[in-house]
């Protein structure tokens, strides 16, 4: 039985301005439940924030989301939770690429802000669950378990940011949008239907907290000032130089300022970043081939699986499943690929599945490549 067939509850729906929270909250409200809206105030200085309908933290969406709740009818606040987001999503992330690490925020935001901070002053309150726009689905089994899994709609599922989630926090997690085999644009005439302004709305996109987009940009005002380092091929000759570590990502080809092809001709990949010594190796395709990873920090939803087992693993979210076999030892999670992956970087979550049933997700430690001359380079930084 999935969470449909739940009786009627006390619901936060937290409303970010865009269509699908908008929908969510409204979908639970039809369904009897007894709905509070509420927008999460992310930055102490809003307007810094994405400015039109790119992002979800601005002032606009603020006014975009309060329009949804009235016209919904149902109660609405704002809730001022910038510090918290600032410490726990925005310098983790500026921590995280100084470390040469690659974070996923939006998956840090569902696990510190929307189902930490959020749930827990939702629980205090008297509410039982949180609703919110995500594509997932939550099972209620006989035993009174709950399994979270992918949407009906594999194109739109989101699970890979909700696996961080455990089982308390399923208990208290709705999402509407997750069983139902509905396209992106069905949603905004249902929106339409609804009476609700952000129908039209454009879904956002990159990172919230990021005003202008520019990623790099961003760092480099936070983290400016390093010393200028060497871009290295993987015999250690430089190549050119960088303005710091910080601004690659294992995998980029775009933007390494070389100046000179590679002898065969081919592209180079970014396959090391080294904050200790600020430079970055760069090397061909095939290096990338990563063949098994350990990953750190595991959080299940549910029970942890015992002794060795064949998942698929989701690498990032908007990427496709990989066949592996995993095994927990000792609070690390070893994992191997069936066949090699490639653009495996420290950092990112790896979400592993059984069949539909996210099992959990941890954080990338170190990987293992295929290549001799990657392996002992591919190790992610303390």
Same mark, same amino acid.
């Given at each position: 039985?999935? $969470?449909?067939?739940?009786?009627?509850?006390?619901?936060?729906?937290?409303?970010?301005? %865009? +269509? =699908?929270?908008?929908?969510?909250?409204?979908?639970?409200? &039809?369904?009897?439940?007894?709905?509070?809206?509420?927008?999460?105030?992310?930055?102490?200085?809003?307007?810094?924030?994405?400015?039109?309908?790119?992002?979800?933290?601005?002032?606009? =969406?603020?006014? =975009?989301?309060?329009?949804?709740? =009235?016209?919904? %009818?149902?109660?609405? @606040?704002?809730?001022?939770?910038?510090?918290? !987001?600032?410490?726990?999503?925005?310098?983790?992330?500026?921590?995280?690429?100084?470390?040469?690490?690659?974070?996923?925020?939006?998956?840090?935001?569902?696990?510190?802000?929307?189902?930490?901070?959020?749930?827990?002053?939702?629980?205090?309150?008297?509410?039982?669950?949180?609703?919110? %726009?995500?594509?997932?689905?939550?099972?209620?089994?006989?035993?009174?378990?709950?399994?979270?899994?992918?949407?009906?709609?594999?194109?739109?599922?989101?699970?890979?940011?909700?696996?961080?989630?455990? &089982?308390?926090?399923?208990?208290?997690?709705?999402? /509407?949008? %997750?069983?139902?085999?509905?396209?992106?644009? &069905?949603?905004?005439? &249902?929106?339409?239907?609804?009476?609700?302004? +952000?129908?039209?709305?454009?879904?956002?996109?990159?990172?919230?907290?990021?005003?202008?987009?520019?990623?790099?940009? !961003?760092?480099?005002?936070?983290?400016?000032?390093?010393?200028?380092?060497?871009?290295?091929?993987?015999?250690?000759?430089?190549?050119?130089?960088?303005?710091?570590?910080?601004?690659?990502?294992? #995998?980029?080809?775009?933007?390494?300022?070389? #100046?000179?092809?590679?002898?065969? #001709?081919? /592209?180079? @990949?970014?396959?090391?970043?080294?904050?200790?010594?600020?430079?970055?190796?760069?090397?061909?395709?095939?290096?990338?081939?990563?063949?098994?990873?350990?990953?750190?920090?595991?959080?299940?939803?549910?029970?942890?699986?015992?002794? /060795?087992?064949? @998942?698929?693993? $989701?690498?990032?979210?908007?990427?496709?499943?990989?066949?592996?076999?995993?095994?927990?030892?000792? #609070?690390?999670?070893?994992?191997?690929?069936?066949? *090699?992956?490639?653009?495996?970087?420290?950092?990112?979550?790896?979400?592993?599945?059984?069949?539909?049933?996210?099992?959990?997700?941890?954080?990338? *430690?170190?990987?293992?490549?295929?290549?001799?001359?990657?392996?002992?380079?591919? $190790?992610?930084?303390?």
């Amino acid at each position: 039985m999935t $969470q449909t067939s739940q009786p009627p509850l006390r619901v936060l729906a937290a409303m970010s301005g %865009g +269509v =699908d929270s908008a929908v969510a909250a409204a979908r639970a409200a &039809e369904a009897g439940h007894d709905v509070t809206g509420v927008h999460l105030a992310l930055s102490a200085n809003p307007q810094s924030f994405r400015t039109g309908a790119r992002g979800c933290c601005t002032i606009e =969406d603020s006014r =975009d989301a309060r329009r949804a709740a =009235d016209v919904i %009818g149902i109660p609405f @606040y704002v809730w001022d939770l910038a510090e918290r !987001f600032r410490e726990d999503v925005v310098e983790d992330f500026i921590a995280e690429y100084e470390a040469g690490r690659t974070p996923n925020p939006c998956l840090r935001c569902n696990e510190k802000i929307k189902f930490a901070a959020l749930l827990d002053k939702a629980l205090a309150l008297g509410f039982d669950a949180v609703c919110t %726009g995500h594509y997932a689905t939550v099972v209620l089994n006989e035993d009174g378990s709950r399994e979270l899994h992918r949407a009906s709609d594999m194109a739109k599922d989101q699970s890979y940011v909700l696996g961080v989630l455990d &089982e308390k926090q399923l208990a208290h997690a709705m999402f /509407p949008l %997750g069983d139902t085999l509905t396209t992106k644009d &069905e949603i905004r005439a &249902e929106a339409q239907a609804r009476g609700l302004a +952000v129908a039209k709305k454009p879904d956002s996109h990159d990172i919230c907290f990021i005003a202008d987009g520019d990623t790099q940009g !961003f760092l480099a005002s936070r983290l400016g000032g390093k010393a200028e380092g060497d871009i290295l091929d993987e015999s250690g000759t430089k190549l050119g130089s960088h303005d710091g570590a910080f601004g690659f990502t294992i #995998g980029q080809r775009k933007g390494l300022r070389i #100046g000179h092809p590679a002898a065969d #001709g081919k /592209p180079r @990949y970014v396959l090391d970043i080294s904050p200790v010594n600020n430079t970055v190796t760069v090397g061909p395709a095939e290096a990338l081939d990563v063949t098994a990873l350990t990953a750190i920090k595991p959080r299940w939803c549910g029970a942890a699986p015992v002794g /060795p087992g064949t @998942y698929t693993a $989701q690498l990032r979210a908007h990427g496709g499943e990989t066949e592996v076999t995993a095994e927990l030892v000792d #609070g690390t999670l070893n994992v191997t690929f069936t066949e *090699a992956v490639r653009g495996v970087a420290p950092g990112q979550a790896v979400v592993l599945y059984d069949g539909t049933r996210v099992v959990g997700s941890a954080t990338i *430690a170190t990987t293992v490549r295929r290549t001799a001359a990657a392996v002992g380079r591919s $190790q992610g930084q303390d």
